[in-house]
């Protein structure tokens, strides 16, 4: 339970305080309200927070509630996924999962009263003509021929809607407001349309399906919701919302509060492209480390505390906006620097031989797993033979290179300081092997050796490593806001991935578990992956900013 004094404020919990403090309500009840129709996203992990945080903070309650009035996009193994992502972040729902599926027959029995009232009507125009009869945001609609049938007359076309006896896209039901309103959703809304499909809840019970508004405000009702929180796109919504509750017999009546989706630069957020994404193979699924999922996030070696972490440094506020990436970054950056055991692997390698070290001697040195605090220790072993980074050596180098350079020292990292002598290299000129000399007086992390070496290098035993697959990832898209391109399929990174198929990584990597993520130290920082049988690392984030390169480049 979070106390008083670290809970975010916003303006919605500034609402929130003052319906406690009225009276208006004694505790509070919110709701997450998904629709199955793909993976959660970053974007619904803002709402997650909100809304479960809330419960937590005025110890309320929180529904996890599937938006399943659309059987045609949905699938049950949503179902599960977004359980599964909302439980990770770390949160628990109030009771059972709640289905709007569940209250078909109360949704149902909704209508039918407001047909009764003369408040709904089957309509018969056709989806051309409906559109036409709508009118526009300057000039008023008019009315359907159908809008003043009996009450009568329409509980029995209702009737004959629910049993089939309609085509698809036949009639529909609308509620009976007003054609001439300011706000379009009040021009008459269809309620109920009619899909002969199957549902993943009711299975072919029905052949009738409830729109999302008329369905939305009547569950959170059903459920005693007190604060409907929902993103700025429902504002006008809002009118067709208060309407249905006011129509209807029902007593509870929710208050619907809008607040700004989250955008994210140099990502997509909406499900039906990140399902293009998917299913046009641009990505390895929804749960690949590209992609702003929850479930991507994690295999890249997000944890749930600095997705927490972010929901809360961007807040709740009525404003759009679009965050920078570096900012969801940072704070994978910052939770990993402080739990993240450290750990040696060199990605691209290039071997030396120390010449002065006994062939057959293996050597195993101590490593502390973090810098600063206490996390134990691991054993390194040294051989004659080692890898370091192809990068970390240059024959020639001014003062500002401070790893190996020829007839120069470095550090070996946890290790002795080295010194290169000589090269070999093959016939088109590349370095295969660098030969060194160590100084066996220089072990430990303050020797006494009085010698200046300038630079510390990572390593790793040629016969005593393991290898691995180490995937490199870069952003998704080449520029900051994909969607607003034509298509945004064009706007992809083809770098986005850059697999490593043999990196050279220290024995202790082995037993890594799924999701475990370390810093390889110099390089950044890295989370075994959770689907691969095989060893496999993805990079969840480098060891400094690289976006704000990227936005001056
Ligand atoms: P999409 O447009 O990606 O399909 P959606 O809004 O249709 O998203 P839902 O499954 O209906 O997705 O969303 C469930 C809840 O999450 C809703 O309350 C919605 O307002 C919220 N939500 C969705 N996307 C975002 C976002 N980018 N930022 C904040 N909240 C979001
Ligand atoms: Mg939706």
Redesign the pocket.
């Known amino acids: 339970m979070a106390d008083t004094e670290n809970r975010p404020t916003n303006f919605i919990r500034n609402i929130i305080d003052g319906d406690l403090a009225s009276g208006k309500h004694a505790s509070t009840h919110t709701r997450?309200?998904?629709?199955p129709?793909?993976f959660l996203?970053?974007?619904?992990a803002?709402?997650i927070c909100l809304n479960f945080g809330i419960a937590q903070d005025y110890k309320g309650l929180c529904n996890l509630r599937f938006?399943d009035t659309n059987p045609e996009k949905e699938d049950i193994d949503y179902v599960n996924s977004i359980q599964e992502d909302v439980k990770w972040l770390g949160f628990e729902w109030d009771g059972e999962i709640c289905y709007s599926s569940n209250y078909f027959d109360k949704l149902y029995g909704y209508a039918v009263e407001l047909i009764e009232k003369g408040l709904a009507y089957v309509c018969f125009l056709s989806p051309e003509q409906a559109r036409e009869y709508r009118g526009t945001l300057t000039e008023p609609g008019k009315n359907s021929p159908h809008r003043d049938t009996s009450p009568e007359e329409n509980l029995a076309l209702f009737e004959k809607m629910k049993n089939g006896e309609f085509k698809e896209g036949e009639c529909v039901l609308r509620a009976k407001i007003d054609m001439a309103s300011s706000f379009m959703v009040l021009r008459d809304p269809i309620i109920y349309r009619i899909r002969f499909v199957h549902h993943h809840q009711t299975g072919d019970k029905w052949c009738i399906y409830p729109m999302y508004d008329f369905t939305h405000c009547i569950s959170d009702a059903l459920e005693g919701i007190t604060h409907s929180?929902?993103?700025l796109e429902?504002q006008d919504n809002r009118r067709l919302y208060d309407w249905v509750l006011e129509n209807i017999s029902i007593e509870c009546q929710p208050q619907q509060i809008e607040?700004?989706?989250?955008?994210l630069e140099y990502t997509v957020?909406?499900?039906?492209k990140?399902n293009d994404l998917v299913v046009n193979g641009q990505v390895e699924g929804w749960d690949d480390p590209r992609m702003p999922t929850i479930a991507g996030l994690r295999r890249r070696g997000y944890t749930p505390a600095s997705i927490r972490e972010f929901c809360k440094r961007i807040g709740i506020t009525k404003q759009d906006n679009m965050v920078e990436m570096g900012m969801l970054e940072a704070c994978i950056r910052d939770d990993l620097n402080e739990n993240a055991p450290r750990a040696m692997a060199v990605l691209d390698p290039v071997k030396i031989v120390i010449e002065n070290y006994d062939a057959d001697k293996v050597e195993m040195l101590s490593a502390p797993n973090h810098p600063t605090l206490e996390m134990g220790e691991r054993e390194l072993p040294l051989t004659r033979e080692i890898f370091i980074e192809r990068e970390d050596f240059r024959v020639e180098a001014n003062k500002k290179f401070k790893r190996l350079v020829l007839g120069k020292e470095v550090r070996l990292r946890n290790a002795y300081v080295i010194k290169a002598e000589r090269i070999e290299e093959d016939d088109a000129g590349n370095i295969t092997t660098i030969y060194c000399t160590y100084d066996a007086d220089t072990l430990g992390k303050n020797p006494a050796d009085g010698r200046k070496v300038k630079g510390v290098i990572h390593w790793v035993s040629a016969s005593h490593c393991i290898e691995a697959e180490v995937r490199q990832y870069d952003r998704l898209f080449n520029v900051p806001n994909p969607a607003a391109a034509e298509d945004f399929a064009t706007t992809l990174n083809p770098e986005s991935l850059v697999v490593i198929a043999n990196a050279k990584l220290e024995p202790s990597l082995e037993k890594a578990s799924p999701e475990q993520g370390f810093q390889f130290e110099r390089l950044g920082y890295y989370s075994r992956d959770n689907k691969s049988q095989s060893l496999t690392f993805n990079q969840t984030v480098g060891l400094r900013d690289s976006w704000a390169k990227i936005e001056k480049a």
């Open positions: 997450f309200p998904p629709e129709n793909g996203h970053i974007g619904h803002k709402s938006d929180l929902c993103t429902f607040f700004s989706r989250l955008n957020m909406s499900k039906r990140l």
